[in-house]
């Protein structure tokens, strides 16, 4: 099976905590992404990766750090939480380099919720 | 930058019925629109998507209208069912070669049956 794989499903924890998410696609993809899904459902693009390179670095705070060990994955970490970091974050991947007619590949994404 | 507005937040139909959603967008040198569907725990799946142009798509149910004129973008679902119930996203890609998606902030859709 090919597609999008991100764990935990769920992750609770306290402020000043650190988590990291992982995820791991395996179609082959050069592009990776991290999008922060609000209460709302609005999306934010925080981080992009083509090919282990971070090629977009939206403002987010630094307390977040994408982590990339080779192409097929793109793991998600957080230094000391806060509130408002509760979220839905999706993983998503891409065939080439993030260009304007690209498919976006998702995961089921990490709800987490900060206490 | 390109400023995309969708409408309506949510949408109640009855089985059978059609449901509409708009997209609104700013930039006239966008070149690629989609449609996504995010399931209930799920992420966003593509539904369909078409190049600046092509005016009108249809597949299994669905029809995309782009109106370039206007900057309006649509999704037609004919004759929902409650499968159908999901959060609708559209997106669109500022302009060729550019790698960033920006995407509506979602539609709920509840099929009655």
């Known amino acids: 099976e090919t597609a999008v794989f991100q764990t935990p499903n769920y992750h609770v924890t306290q402020v000043g905590n650190e988590v990291s998410f992982n995820c791991k696609q395996t179609?082959?993809?050069?592009?990776m992404y991290w999008y922060k899904q609000d209460s709302k459902k609005l999306l934010k693009i925080m981080f992009s990766?083509?090919?282990?390179?971070?090629?977009v670095n939206e403002t987010v705070p630094r307390r977040f750090s994408p982590q990339s060990s080779d192409k097929a994955h793109l793991n998600l970490r957080i230094k000391s939480v806060e509130p408002e970091d509760s979220a839905v974050y999706l993983c998503?991947?891409?065939?080439?380099?993030?260009?304007?007619?690209?498919?976006?590949?998702f995961g089921s994404g990490t709800r987490l919720t900060v206490l | 930058g390109e400023q995309v507005e969708q409408r309506p937040p949510h949408l109640s139909v009855r089985e059978g019925d059609s449901a509409i959603i708009i997209c609104t967008y700013t930039?006239?040198?966008?070149?690629?629109f989609s449609w996504y569907k995010q399931e209930a725990g799920a992420g966003l799946q593509l539904l369909m998507s078409?190049?600046?142009?092509?005016d009108r798509k249809e597949e299994q149910g669905l029809t995309v209208l782009l109106n370039k004129k206007d900057k309006r973008l649509s999704l037609n679902l004919t004759a929902a069912h409650p499968g159908d119930s999901a959060v609708y996203f559209c997106?669109?890609?500022?302009?060729?070669?550019?790698?960033?998606?920006?995407f509506g902030s979602g539609t709920q859709l509840t099929v009655m049956p």
């Open positions: 990766y083509n090919n282990k390179q971070l090629i």
């Open positions: 997106a669109v890609s500022p302009s060729s070669g550019s790698w960033q998606l920006i």
């Open positions: 179609l082959g993809h050069d592009t």
């Open positions: 078409v190049l600046s142009n092509v």
């Open positions: 998503a991947s891409s065939l080439g380099l993030g260009a304007s007619a690209e498919t976006l590949y």
């Open positions: 930039d006239s040198a966008t070149a690629y």
